[in-house]
Nanobody
C-alpha cells in the first residue's frame, strides 16, 4: 500500500521559513500532479500548490511569491518551501498525489505560525 509521509512542520515565528517534504513509500504509476493542501482551524481543506508531470506549477493566490513547490526527477519527493510565513498560514499541511486512477493523501504535518 502506498504511503505518503510528510515532514518538516513545526512552530515558527511570523516572517520565518519552513520547508515541508513529502516522500512516497513505493512506486506510484501514472502520476498527474503532486501537491500540497492545507486545512486551517475551522476551515475547509484548500489547495496550496501543485506541480504537474510536465513541471508546471500552480499556487493559491494567498501564497504566491512566498511558497515554492518542487519535486525530484524521480517523483519520489515533493517539497514546499515556505517563506515569509504569516499567522494565517497556520494549518495542517497535507501531501497529495493524483494519478489517472487512485488519489493519495498523506497524514498531514502541522505548521503553526505564532510569536
Amino acid at each position: 500500500q502506498v504511503q505518503l509521509v510528510e515532514s518538516g512542520g513545526g512552530l515558527v515565528q511570523p516572517g520565518g521559513s519552513l520547508r515541508l517534504s513529502c516522500a512516497r513509500s513505493s512506486t506510484i504509476f501514472g502520476i498527474n500532479t503532486m501537491g500540497w493542501y492545507r486545512q486551517g482551524p475551522g476551515k475547509e481543506r484548500e489547495l496550496v500548490a501543485t506541480i504537474t508531470s510536465g513541471g508546471s506549477t500552480n499556487y493559491a493566490d494567498s501564497v504566491k511569491g512566498r511558497f515554492t513547490i518542487s519535486r525530484d526527477n524521480a517523483w519520489k519527493t515533493v517539497d514546499l518551501q515556505m517563506n515569509s510565513l504569516k499567522p494565517e498560514d497556520t494549518a495542517v499541511y497535507f501531501c497529495n498525489v493524483r494519478t489517472w486512477g487512485p488519489e493519495y493523501w498523506g497524514q498531514g504535518t502541522r505548521v503553526t505560525v505564532s510569536s
